[in-house]
């Protein structure tokens, strides 16, 4: 059994935090959209979190999603008021299962998964919004799209304008903003960079698209969601800070 009460304490204090980060940067608390990651854990820490306050719950991989949502629906109803953000890496062989379960997708990175999206989505009869993936510190190890030096590079910030079009273009995959990471273990300062970096890049693509929405910015999670909100991101990603290691029970 998870406990609600549990779980209610880790978010107020997440809240608490976020609140805090937004006031130093001049910014209302409700600008920021807190996403639960779930992944690894059962459908009845959903329920419990969800008795908890939490509507907002991500996963990393579209079969768990796909598994685990239909859980959760059979516990709550189908109109629960829960929004299931996709916020991992999609391999072209899943994005039925993400068409099919997603409600945000927090990880688009290339033009190949935008197709086959597109493609499942109008089967579905069902739209997604995604956030475009970008990797700003050159990390092998991180997906997205390179946007290393795009201050100077005109190709680069070329790549993503284009990307950018032809989501809205599409109809099924409206573009909402962007989401990109910080390095894992590096000192707050590198942290806080990479997130500068990325709202200047928002900036810069609201500059190039002004008829569209502002860009949101999906960045920061359990070690680094207070320097990312500072920093300008409207969703943040905590699993940890809000239940734990994954080991132990709530």
């Keep these: 059994m998870f406990d609600p009460q549990r779980i209610r304490e880790r978010a107020d204090e997440v809240r608490g ?10 910014r209302s608390p409700d600008e920021i959209t ?3 990651v779930s992944k690894t854990w059962p ?12 509507r907002h719950f991500g996963e990393n991989r579209p079969e768990e999603l796909a598994a685990k949502r239909p859980l959760v629906e059979a516990a709550l109803g189908p109109n629960s008021g829960i929004t299931w953000h996709l916020i991992g890496t999609l391999q072209s062989r899943k994005t039925e299962l993400a068409a099919a379960s997603a409600d945000v997708f927090h990880a688009l990175d290339r033009e190949k998964i935008a197709r086959r999206l597109a493609a499942d989505l109008r089967a579905a009869g069902r739209v997604l919004p995604v956030f475009v993936e970008v990797n700003l510190s050159g ?24 990307l950018m079009i032809a989501l809205q273009a599409s109809a099924v995959l409206p573009p909402v903003g962007l989401m990109t990471m910080a390095p894992w273990d590096a000192p707050p300062d590198d942290i806080r960079a990479v997130f500068r970096r990325g709202r200047l ?23 680094d969601y207070e320097i990312a909100i ?8 905590v699993g940890r800070a809000l239940f734990g290691e994954r080991e132990a029970k709530l």
């Design 17 to 26: 935090r976020i609140a805090a980060a937004a006031a130093r940067a001049g």
């Design 34 to 36: 807190l996403v639960a």
């Design 43 to 54: 459908a009845e820490l959903v329920v419990a979190a969800y008795g908890a306050g939490l």
């Design 139 to 162: 990390e092998a190890s991180k997906s997205g799209l390179m946007m290393t030096h795009w201050e100077e590079d005109a190709t680069q910030r070329a790549a993503l304008r284009t």
């Design 201 to 223: 890049l928002a900036e810069w693509l609201a500059g190039e698209r002004p008829d569209a929405p502002r860009p949101a910015l999906s960045m920061g999670m359990t070690d």
């Design 230 to 237: 500072e920093e300008g991101a409207t969703h943040v990603r």
